[in-house]
């Protein structure tokens, strides 16, 4: 069992940043970052494996960078230059898995959640 628990949500204004945070019970080899907007399906955002390597998805490419410090337990998102297209829950997902499907942004390969963490961009 994998217990996330994300933080650094916000409002923020059009271009303004935020950094997320997920503290993890243990140090998963793949972990990554989705989020859900209203009437919307979720999307996987960013992934980054024990060796952070990292994937992003196009929509946010240049704007958002994940790490992680594997001492800590912790993942992070660093978003800047946010728009109100952003505005979404951000969850926290891991995969204890040393191989990780190409179609990673789907989620289905993703066992373990956090509750997430509301981010809202205003115009």
């Known amino acids: 069992q994998v217990q996330l628990m994300e933080s650094g949500g916000g409002s923020v204004q059009a271009g303004g940043s935020l950094t997320l945070s997920c503290v993890a019970s243990?140090?998963?080899?793949?972990m990554a970052w989705f989020r859900q907007a209203p009437g919307k399906e979720r999307e996987g955002v960013a992934v980054?494996?024990?060796?952070?390597?990292?994937n992003y998805a196009y929509s946010i490419q240049g704007r958002f960078s994940i790490s992680r410090d594997n001492a800590k337990n912790t993942l992070y998102l660093r978003m800047d230059n946010l728009k109100p297209a952003d505005t979404a829950i951000y969850y926290c997902a891991a995969n204890p898995s040393i191989s990780l499907p190409v179609a990673w942004a789907t989620g289905t390969d993703f066992p373990y959640w956090g509750q997430g963490t509301q981010v809202t961009v205003s115009p």
């Open positions: 243990t140090n998963p080899y793949n």
């Open positions: 980054i494996n024990g060796a952070s390597t990292a």
